[in-house]
């Protein structure tokens, strides 16, 4: 079975800092992989995937995460965040192959950006 | 674009109390999927629609059905309502195939007392 860990609930950074929100998952075959972003009472929102190709993905808000498969891992990663970014962030992932697949999501990571 | 919507945001049921969340989308979506979200258990699949006209159990389907009325269309009801069924409600749809990412809907924030 698929799986998606987020080992921090909750991760505090300065703002102006670099940001990394980690994600490891396990999954049969190629993985399809993606982050969403929840902000207070509203619903997830896309950021950006990987599916094949370069191992750094850009995404929007000037988010980007980086695949690597040796260690089944795809962290979010941000030069410098801003108070604005603070929210519930989400990994996600599924086969890449083998026709309709259901999407496995992590238990998600509150990023707490400190003015 | 109205993309995913679902009705209604807002709902206190009492045990026992029957209730259909509905969630529609105008994206041409094939998949269409139910999950809740609770503190610290992340999101978790009630049930799915691959396509119009099937339906299938996801993680966490027990005291849930759903009807895929139309493409369009996928609806959630709770026949008899538990305090354990507080929960948010997302409804999602997606694109079949792997460049189907999902659009969420904004929420359904249901406490059952």
């Known amino acids: 079975a698929q799986s998606v860990a987020q080992p921090e609930d909750q991760v505090n950074v300065a703002e102006g800092n670099p940001l990394t929100v980690k994600c490891t998952y396990s999954v049969s075959g190629n993985p399809y992989l993606f982050w969403y972003v929840q902000y207070p009472n509203r619903g997830l929102q896309f950021l950006l995937k990987?599916?094949?190709?370069?191992?750094l993905v850009k995404g929007s808000y000037g988010f980007e995460a980086e695949f690597n498969k040796s260690q089944t891992s795809f962290h979010l990663k941000k030069p410098s965040a801003l108070v604005s970014d603070s929210a519930l962030y989400f990994c996600a992932v599924r086969p890449l192959s083998g026709g309709y697949q259901k999407v496995t999501f992590g238990t998600g990571t509150k990023l707490q950006v400190i003015p | 674009n109205a993309g995913v919507t679902q009705t209604p945001k807002f709902q206190v049921l009492k045990t026992g109390q029957s209730m259909t969340l509905q969630c529609a989308q105008d994206?041409?979506?094939?998949?269409m999927y139910w999950y809740r979200q609770d503190p610290g258990m992340g999101l978790r699949l009630i049930y799915y629609?691959?396509?119009?006209?099937?339906?299938d159990k996801g993680e966490v389907p027990n005291g849930y059905n759903v009807s895929r009325l139309n493409k369009r269309e996928f609806s959630l009801r709770l026949e008899s309502a538990a305090p354990s069924q507080t929960s948010v409600y997302f409804c999602?749809?997606?694109?079949?195939?792997?460049?189907?990412?999902?659009?969420f809907g904004s929420g359904t924030r249901l406490t059952v007392v």
């Open positions: 999602a749809s997606s694109e079949s195939g792997p460049l189907g990412g999902y659009t």
């Open positions: 990987y599916i094949t190709g370069d191992n």
């Open positions: 629609s691959a396509s119009e006209g099937t339906t």
């Open positions: 994206m041409n979506h094939n998949s």
